[in-house]
């Protein structure tokens, strides 16, 4: 069956180091984005994808990096300039279809010890 | 820029009807979506809403006025796994223009 997938779903990080998440899809979507979700918070886009080997900042994108090299794969780095990390990590992709909407993977829990 | 406005926290009690509201202002509107949330999960996707008036589906609906900026979500006979988080999203441009979502509506569904 396709799907997204990230990993891990639970990740501790010390202070001072980058982590990478990951996020695959076996959809065909062309488009995969990164949001970020905190207690009593929507959720809040740190960058985007809509084809492969190019990708723009969302609203919150200090402190994190992307990579776009294949389309089945859309990897967030949280870097060690991002000043809380300690966060729910999304992972989304879709199709151009306009009314599909966004199929979410499972997300990772990230955080700060 | 986008401003989505959603109530934070809503009760409503089992076999009852409840309407989860959703303000929006943007410029290029493309659509407007429901997602459901339980705790510590992904959103899960309900309904989609690009042209004006009412989609069912099944005991949940949703209305989009464009004019007004706001959209509501139906939830009919509630059920006690219906308490999750409502999570409004809107798209302003082509098919793959990022959602900006709102923050949210915490539902409990109480016996």
């Known amino acids: 069956d396709g799907g997204i997938t990230q990993s891990p779903k639970y990740l501790f990080r010390k202070e001072g180091q980058n982590v990478t998440l990951s996020c695959e899809q076996n959809l065909n979507h062309d488009a995969m984005y990164w949001y970020r979700q905190d207690p009593g918070q929507g959720l809040r886009l740190i960058y985007y994808s809509q084809i492969v080997n190019d990708f723009q900042k969302g609203d919150i994108a200090e402190g994190y990096s992307v990579s776009r090299e294949k389309k089945e794969s859309f990897p967030l780095t949280v870097t060690s300039a991002q000043k809380n990390p300690t966060a729910f990590y999304l992972c989304?992709?879709?199709?151009?279809?306009?009314?599909?909407?966004?199929?979410f993977g499972s997300g990772t829990r990230l955080t700060v010890v | 820029g986008q401003n989505i406005d959603q109530p934070t926290e809503m009760t409503a009690t089992e076999g009852a009807i409840v309407q989860i509201n959703c303000t929006y202002q943007t410029s290029g509107f493309n659509g407007l979506f429901w997602y459901q949330q339980h705790a510590g999960e992904a959103p899960t996707f309900l309904s989609y809403n690009v042209l004006d008036g009412l989609e069912e589906k099944g005991r949940f609906s949703s209305f989009l006025s464009r004019s007004k900026g706001y959209s509501y979500l139906l939830l009919k006979e509630l059920q006690m796994k219906d308490s999750a988080s409502y999570l409004c999203a809107v798209r302003s441009g082509a098919g793959n223009t990022p959602l900006v979502f709102g923050k949210g509506t915490r539902l409990s569904v109480i016996a």
């Open positions: 989304a992709s879709s199709s151009r279809q306009a009314n599909y909407g966004y199929t």
